[in-house]
């Protein structure tokens, strides 16, 4: 359903990856367009207007990560901001209370109330191992009862024996008692719809509720109907009162502001999405899962998050694939390696990309490089030039004693850590050797 929202949003930040460096006016140019999005989507303006502010204010002075341009931590930003939006994280429908835990589902009729509680009753008995009992108060829709019956034996769960005439109130009651006495754990209370909200319909269902006493209040909503959908919430929120939201036929082309706002309107978590007609098309509401989903952006925020990370990987691999070449190793290359160390844990880390190398892993576990002396080496290198980097035969006495001093270290130490260099570059060629060998096996395998 968030079909067109996506590929607007889309459109707004392909326009930007094309930007090198993001200005603030770039900011306030993509946020409008990201205005523009969200009204199409049918998001309510105050709400439109809460999310560009919020996420505007996020954006400004915040630190572009090494490695991701600013349209990417732009995306990130809306991204994390829509997740929190979407109400963070995942919430599920509880089930800690005493059996029988009474759940209520109320909602509009057609929204899909009847299969929501067929669906919801069918994940109990799988998921959790529940014993369900499915009961219909809708007394007004003709065969309403029945149709739960239907599905009540097509889910493998209990249903309330129909009794002609009953209340709405009495059946509730009657539910559960049965539960109790007959040991189910979950009574679903399936209350009757109206096609409008009226005051007959509010009053019913709070009638209900102050019997059955729920754990739950679940309102079905039909995502299709977008708006209405959430002004809908609104009203029973205040009239009856919610525990959560189960939003349905989002299989269908509904254009996903109703999810957006629900939250934010209601202040209820959306628990679930109907997926569709069958019973087994039932999903926990994931907000970061549609928050991507939305976006259509679920690598570029994977990527931010794991930007350090991967900068890392990638310097490593550069070097990797450098030392199975088996050209020199010099200075600068240690220098990137130290720091690399410093970050990954230690050589075990890095070498372990390579193929064959177990042996040298146990060596280098002796080693007991820490973090001191690692800064301590990167320093001296650091107060080598470029061309002493490259070649470090050229580094005699006076030299030596140049950089001890520039790195608050001794020519002892300077010393030292030519040797230690000495003694990598002869490691990395052997370990390329290694590498390559273990590479034809892999490949003849
Ligand atoms: P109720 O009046 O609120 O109890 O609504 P029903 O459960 O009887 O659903 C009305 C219609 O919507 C039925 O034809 C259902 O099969 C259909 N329906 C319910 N949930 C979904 C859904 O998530 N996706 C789709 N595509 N159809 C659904």
Excluded: C, W
């Excluded at 400004?60 to 979407?86: C, F, S, Y």
């Excluded at 189910?184 to 009757?192: N, P, Q, S």
């Excluded at 939201?245 to 989002?250: C, F, G, M, Q």
Aim: proline share 3%; glycine share 8%.
């Amino acid at each position: 359903m968030f079909e067109n929202l996506t590929g607007r949003l889309g459109e707004v930040f392909d326009r930007l990856k094309r930007r090198g460096a993001l200005t603030e006016a770039d900011v306030t140019a993509a946020l409008r367009e990201v205005r523009i999005a969200l009204l199409e989507a049918d998001v309510a303006l105050p709400v439109v207007k809460d999310f560009i502010s919020a996420v505007r204010e996020r954006a400004v002075g915040q630190e572009v990560l090494r490695g991701i341009n600013p349209a990417q931590m732009v995306i990130k930003i809306v991204h994390d901001h829509l997740t929190d939006m979407l109400g963070g994280d995942a919430v599920e429908v509880d089930l800690n209370a005493p059996a029988p835990v009474a759940i209520m589902m109320v909602g509009l009729q057609g929204s899909g109330k009847t299969t929501t509680s067929a669906k919801l009753a069918r994940r109990f008995r799988l998921r959790d191992k529940k014993r369900v009992l499915l009961a219909s108060l809708d007394v007004y829709r003709p065969a309403a009862q029945q149709q739960l019956e239907v599905l009540a034996k097509q889910a493998e769960v209990g249903s309330l024996p129909i009794v002609f005439g009953e209340k709405p109130v009495a059946i509730a009651e009657r539910a559960m008692k049965i539960a109790a006495r007959e040991g189910y754990d979950v009574v679903i209370l399936d209350t009757a719809g109206r096609l409008h909200i009226d005051d007959v319909l509010m009053d019913e269902v709070a009638a209900v509720k102050s019997k059955a006493r729920p754990h739950e209040t679940i309102l079905v909503a039909d995502a299709m109907t977008g708006q209405d959908a959430v002004t809908i919430a609104k009203t029973f929120q205040d009239r009856v009162g919610l525990t959560g939201i189960a939003l349905t036929r989002v299989d269908g082309d509904a254009r996903g502001g109703a999810a957006l706002a629900m939250r934010s309107v209601t202040g209820k978590p959306i628990k679930l999405l109907g997926q569709g007609e069958k019973l087994d098309q039932l999903e926990t509401f994931h907000p970061e899962r549609i928050a991507s989903r939305i976006l259509g952006m679920g690598d570029v925020v994977s990527l931010v998050e794991k930007a350090a990370e991967t900068i890392d990987r990638e310097e490593a691999e550069k070097l990797a694939a450098k030392i199975q070449k088996g050209t020199g190793f010099d200075l600068d290359d240690m220098a990137k390696q130290l720091r690399q160390l410093r970050k990954m844990g230690g050589m075990k880390g890095m070498l372990g990309m390579l193929p064959g190398v177990a042996k040298m892993k146990a060596q280098l576990n002796d080693a007991k490089l820490d973090e001191k002396i690692l800064v301590r080496q990167e320093a001296i290198i650091m107060s080598m030039t470029p061309k002493e980097r490259r070649n470090p035969e050229i580094i005699k006495a006076s030299r030596k004693k140049r950089i001890a001093a520039g790195s608050g270290s001794s020519v002892q130490d300077v010393n030292k850590l030519l040797k230690q260099h000495q003694d990598m570059a002869k490691m990395m060629k052997q370990v390329g050797k290694l590498g390559k060998k273990g590479m034809m096996r892999g490949g003849l395998q």
